[in-house]
T-cell receptor, first 108, second 112 residues
Framework: GIQVEQSPPDLILQEGANSTLRCNFSDSVNNLQWFHQNPWGQLINLFYIPSGTKQNGRLSATTVATERYSLLYISSSQTTDSGVYFCAVEYTGNQFYFGTGTSLTVIP | ETGVTQTPRHLVMGMTNKKSLKCEQHLGHNAMYWYKQSAKKPLELMFVYNFKEQTENNSVPSRFSPECPNSSHLFLHLHTLQPEDSALYLC???????????FGEGSRLTVL
């Protein structure tokens, strides 16, 4: 099956700092999503981005499908950004495969 | 309020109990999913239903029994579980099986 690797596995930031999270995948994909899992366990949709660049406030994402990676940028981080960030890819037409996540802690 | 709701949010059960998790989506989607998330592990897909028909069963033990009576409702029936089944169980839906996923808030299960 497809391999989905995220880096770094853990990240600690000072409030106000910027960061880049990376998702590498081992095969061509049809779709890619980024999620934020909050401390209560819910997965919040951030981006649905099979290719190109999207921005939503302080967050933006870029997927370069031909090179099999996606990046999530967080600018001016806030303590509420803490949690685990997952990317998930779909390539078979019937399910998404999740990466192992990046655990982000933003300290005030 | 999310478009996908799960109940109960927390469940504690003994190994001999029978319980059910419920998921309901209000998004008009045709595909629904159960995922399991154990501590410090990525999400594992358990079951996929598309138009009420099961299309994926990722080698899930028979002590987990899904039921999808219609495209809006999905259940996970639990019986004779083991302590290692303690985890966060997440329900998701999408318009079709390769569309954008939307998750519920999860049901946190503890098996004693």
């Amino acid at each position: 099956g497809i391999q989905v690797e995220q880096s770094p596995p853990d990240l600690i930031l000072q409030e106000g700092a910027n960061s880049t999270l990376r998702c590498n995948f081992s095969d061509s994909v049809n779709n890619l999503q980024w999620f934020h899992q909050n401390p209560w366990g819910q997965l919040i949709n951030l981006f649905y981005i099979p290719s190109g660049t999207k921005q939503n406030g302080r967050l933006s994402a870029t997927t370069v499908a031909t090179e099999r990676y996606s990046l999530l940028y967080i600018s001016s981080s806030q303590t509420t950004d803490s949690g685990v960030y997952f990317c998930a890819v779909e390539y078979t037409g019937n399910q998404f495969y999740f990466g192992t996540g990046t655990s982000l802690t933003v300290i005030p | 309020e999310t478009g996908v709701t799960q109940t109960p949010r927390h469940l504690v059960m003994g190994m001999t109990n029978k319980k059910s998790l419920k998921c309901e989506q209000h998004l008009g989607h045709n595909a629904m999913y159960w995922y399991k998330q154990s501590a410090k592990k990525p999400l594992e897909l358990m079951f996929v239903y598309n138009f009420k028909e099961q299309t994926e069963n990722n080698s899930v033990p028979s002590r987990f029994s899904p039921e999808c009576p219609n495209s809006s409702h999905l259940f996970l029936h639990l019986h004779t579980l083991q302590p290692e089944d303690s985890a966060l169980y997440l329900c998701a839906s999408s318009l079709d099986t390769n569309g954008e996923l939307f998750f519920g808030e999860g049901s946190r299960l503890t098996v004693l």
